[in-house]
């Protein structure tokens, strides 16, 4: 079966980096876009960043472009969150996920989430 496991997830100093690890096991990793997401205290749920399967195209929320950079590897079917330059208001629970194809349904898959806290 899917299952995505995050990790990485601590307490940071505000201008601090973390780094996040999806691993994913049950699918063809390979073949797959992935996503980022977070919920920060008292929230809805924010889109982070995305990947192509091949790694090859980013894309990233503006509330983290520049300072949060996505990257995979795929012999290793993990997909990575670099977070750089930390603030306070990424203090969140993010979660990996993607929506994997199983016949002619796709399902939208989720891990368990990871906690990041930013403060000093």
């Known amino acids: 079966q899917v299952q995505l496991v995050e990790s990485g997830g601590g307490l940071a100093q505000p201008g601090g980096s973390l780094r996040l690890s999806c691993a994913a096991s049950g699918f063809t990793f390979s073949s797959y876009a992935m996503n980022w997401a977070r919920q920060a205290p008292g929230k809805g749920l924010e889109w982070v960043s995305g990947i192509s399967s091949d790694g090859s195209d980013t894309y990233y929320a503006d509330s983290v472009k520049g300072r949060f950079t996505s990257y995979r590897d795929n012999a290793k079917n993990t997909v990575y969150l670099q977070m750089n330059s930390l603030k306070p208001e990424d203090t969140a629970v993010y979660y990996c996920?993607?929506?994997?194809?199983?016949?002619?349904?796709?399902?939208?898959?989720w891990g368990q989430g990871t906690q990041v806290t930013v403060s000093s």
């Open positions: 996920n993607a929506g994997v194809a199983e016949g002619i349904l796709t399902y939208d898959y």
